[in-house]
């Protein structure tokens, strides 16, 4: 298939079967975004923020567009911008992956690096000041109605159209804006209703778990850290205020469980998911997995669980889920190297 640009094959990304890992009678899938052309699920939200907003007439040609993220999402618009021609600036702190501030670069994006002592927060003043004082084109994923929606359009739809006839259980996810938690629900809600919806959060900063009300400005955005964040390893994830596209998520009721993780168990599991399927994804994904196979151990036999795997595992190279992956040969490997004829003292 030929297709008119690289945008044109963000989406329908597809749902893989689990066979090693998986318990027993339990039929488990991954949804894995991060065959989306930049290699995570936040593509998708970045085409919706830029298409609508070229719609509306908010975002000019050549007009800068910025944004704050911990990775994905920056990548996700630089991409996005390179590919329709407007300049790109991204805030984010500095406890992100070095490899993502390199990839925004790559794709032409200015990176900003904001404090990691100020969390989320600072990364979100620091683009609110900017595109203030220089009229730029703030993204606002956190708020944007057009982040929910793509989801509501496109990877809701998706897993409805695969899980027609199988079925669907349980579905399994994590939350960073809260966009895919809500899109997706929407349309299960409607067309599966039967199906569970379970939200992973990470055991040491449970914003919506312990049920504390986000204080908020006059326009949706956050005005103080929520107390009971705490920083955690799973980039990506639940930064330090819960995001109004996710408050229509608590709202509505969407979640019927939330579970917590601990980020070194999701760094296992998706180190797992590497070595024992051959699947690569980061530190999200692997936690996304954790709950989902605590969920697949409590579930009937029988039952289909579907999870989401958000971005790649490349993305986290200078991160705690490569710390034990050695560049240089270790003991065995060295012993295979030395045990054929051509080995030389």
Request: net charge negative.
């Amino acid at each position: 298939m030929i297709y008119p640009s690289i945008l044109s094959t963000i989406g329908k990304t597809p749902v893989v079967k689990i066979n090693n890992l998986a318990p027993d009678g339990i039929n488990l899938y991954v949804k894995a975004e991060y065959f989306n052309p930049a290699s995570s699920v936040k593509d998708r939200l970045a085409f919706s923020i830029i298409d609508e907003a070229e719609k509306q007439g908010v975002l000019k040609p050549g007009q800068t567009v910025v944004e704050a993220t911990s990775g994905n999402t920056g990548i996700g618009l630089a991409f996005v911008c390179a590919a329709k021609n407007y300049p790109c600036v991204i805030t984010m702190p500095e406890s992100a992956s070095i490899e993502r501030r390199k990839m925004m670069r790559f794709l032409g994006a200015k990176v900003i690096i904001t404090p990691a002592s100020e969390a989320g927060s600072g990364a979100y003043k620091k683009a609110k000041e900017l595109a203030d004082q220089n009229g730029w084109f703030y993204a606002r994923q956190f708020e944007n109605e057009a982040n929910a929606n793509i989801h509501e359009s496109t990877t809701g739809q998706e897993i409805v159209s695969d899980f027609n006839e199988l079925g669907l259980d349980y579905w399994v996810s994590g939350y960073g804006t809260g966009g895919t938690f809500a899109g997706v629900s929407r349309v299960l809600r409607e067309f599966m209703p039967e199906t569970k919806l379970i939200m992973a959060e990470p055991d040491v900063a449970p914003l919506v778990a312990k049920g504390k009300s986000q204080e908020r400005t006059d326009d949706g955005a956050p005005a103080l850290s929520h107390p009971d964040w705490n920083p955690h390893p799973i980039q990506g994830w639940t930064t330090d205020f819960i995001p109004l596209v996710l408050q229509e998520a608590i709202d509505k009721e969407f979640i019927d469980e939330i579970i917590p993780v601990a980020g070194s168990n999701g760094i296992k599991w998706s180190q797992k998911l590497a070595a024992e399927e051959g699947i690569l994804t980061g530190i999200s994904g692997g936690s996304t997995f954790a709950v989902a196979m605590e969920v697949a151990n409590k579930a009937p036999k029988g039952s289909t669980i579907l999870c989401m795997l958000a971005d790649t595992a490349e993305r986290y190279l200078s991160s705690l889920l490569f710390e034990d992956i050695l560049p240089d040969m270790n003991d065995e490997e060295l012993t295979i190297l030395n045990s054929t004829p051509s080995y030389k003292n």
